[in-house]
């Protein structure tokens, strides 16, 4: 059973409040940063009850600072900004809006201290610009940011909040998770915790899933809210109650069924990746995995090495692209390869069991393919790719297609391998040693 913290209790009501988001920045606007500043923070307050009600990317120019968050100020009970509070002249957020709010901004000693101790600990040298970042508004607190120079700012005036936080990510998150949520939860501008249950899918279509689950729905009534969301090679599916009739323990019930008549095609409750559960598998069954990987570059080892504790359950990976490496490093024989080619059914095999061998694995992955542009050799289309799974049950592969942009034919072959990886873990796990379904090539 899914666990919600809550023991049943119903979430703490919050008041509606209309969010906007403004993220800052030429270089949003030139293409040359992805915008992952709202698909985080839209997806973090989506997970509180909260969806963000507009985002607007705007260059870092004063007069269009100034214009937009006037705009966005007058609509919107929180408004939280995203970059332009660092050292350079390009920097004009915190000055913009300053102006704005009618507030004057004052030079903070302690900020001064943390810029200049952090450059020491990193044997560099504070330039002066850097005194920038000290500028606070005189009525606002500050946000303080370990693992940066420049701290985030909060404000609440007019009875309404700002946030502003620092453009680099790895100094965004981790203050938006540790201190700007807990701080909306307490004004009650968002649930203290999730607002829905996830159950996260594998292997199967949203329109299936849908149709598979649609009974279990009917019977909790118009109370129940359900969600889908799809993602490459799995359908995450949300249920809620936003009126608040059915209660934290009735909605871990229902998915809780959900998962019961899913049988393997369920992932996870919650937000766990793939790679994840799988590592959970391993760790538990006290196996070891090793990765052989051609068309997918290492993009299969990544996956694990992503994991804290990795090398637990994680033996290694070998990218393997010529014939020589694959001979050398996994031992897969010369004539395999010039009878079968590389991309074939019979040397996913051979890399998977020279990579559990060669690195003392219980389990083994190979990718094995051609991801274009180009299509392959013998009429082997674009997105042809053979996954190779070996394990104490025996070695099989598989022929997969998946026509398409060179990126997402190997973030789908990665996605398909580590679905037959969990399945197999979870068969091994009830104590079934039947081969994997629809396992091609068997050795």
């Not at 607190?141 to 985030?152: D, F, I, R, Y």
Request: charged share 20%.
């Amino acid at each position: 059973m899914v666990s919600s913290g809550t023991n049943g209790i119903p979430p703490a009501p919050f008041r509606p409040a209309r969010y906007e988001l403004l993220t800052l920045g030429d270089e949003l606007l030139l293409g040359l940063t992805a915008n992952g500043h709202l698909t985080f923070i839209g997806a973090q307050l989506g997970r509180r009850g909260v969806m963000l009600q507009r985002n607007v990317t705007i260059t870092d120019e004063t007069d269009v600072i100034v214009r937009q968050f006037r705009e966005s100020w007058a609509a919107a009970d929180i408004v939280i900004t995203t970059g332009g509070l660092g050292p350079t002249c390009d920097d004009r957020t915190r000055e913009a809006i300053a102006e704005v709010l009618g507030q004057k901004l004052v030079f903070d000693p302690a900020i001064e201290r943390a810029i200049s101790e952090r450059f020491a600990r990193h044997g560099r040298k504070m330039t002066e610009n850097n005194l920038k970042q000290a500028q606070v508004f005189e009525r606002g607190e500050v946000l303080p940011n370990p693992h940066g120079t420049a701290p985030g700012l909060w404000v609440e005036q007019d009875g309404k909040v700002l946030c502003m936080l620092p453009g680099p990510p790895n100094e965004l998150q981790p203050m938006f998770l540790e201190q700007v949520l807990p701080r909306l939860a307490a004004r009650r501008l968002l649930l203290d915790r999730e607002a829905y249950v996830q159950i996260r899918t594998a292997g199967v279509g949203e329109s299936l899933l849908e149709t598979k689950l649609q009974p279990i729905f009917d019977l909790a009534g118009n109370a129940l809210s359900v969600a889908f969301c799809a993602h490459q090679g799995q359908v995450d599916c949300r249920v809620s109650s936003p009126g608040g009739e059915l209660s934290a323990a009735r909605l871990e019930e229902i998915a809780a069924a959900c998962a019961a008549l899913l049988g393997e095609d369920f992932l996870c409750y919650g937000h766990d990746s793939m790679a994840k559960v799988c590592a959970d598998l391993l760790r538990s069954q006290e196996k070891t995995l090793a990765v052989a990987e051609t068309a997918t570059g290492g993009l299969l080892a990544h996956a694990f090495t992503d994991i804290c504790g990795a090398a637990k359950f994680f033996a290694g990976g070998v990218v393997c692209c010529s014939n020589d490496a694959k001979m050398q490093l996994l031992d897969v024989p010369e004539c395999l390869l010039l009878q079968h080619g590389a991309v074939s059914a019979e040397n996913a095999v051979a890399l998977a069991t020279g990579a559990a061998e060669t690195l003392g694995a219980d389990y083994a992955l190979a990718i094995t393919g051609f991801a274009g542009p180009t299509a392959g050799p013998g009429g082997n289309d674009v997105g042809t790719i053979y996954v190779a799974l070996y394990s104490p049950a025996g070695v099989w592969s598989k022929k997969l297609s998946y026509p398409g942009p060179r990126g997402t034919v190997k973030q789908r072959a990665v996605n398909a391998a580590l679905d037959w990886l969990r399945r197999e873990l979870v068969r091994a796990r009830a104590g079934q040693t039947a081969p994997a379904r629809d396992a091609g090539v068997m050795q």
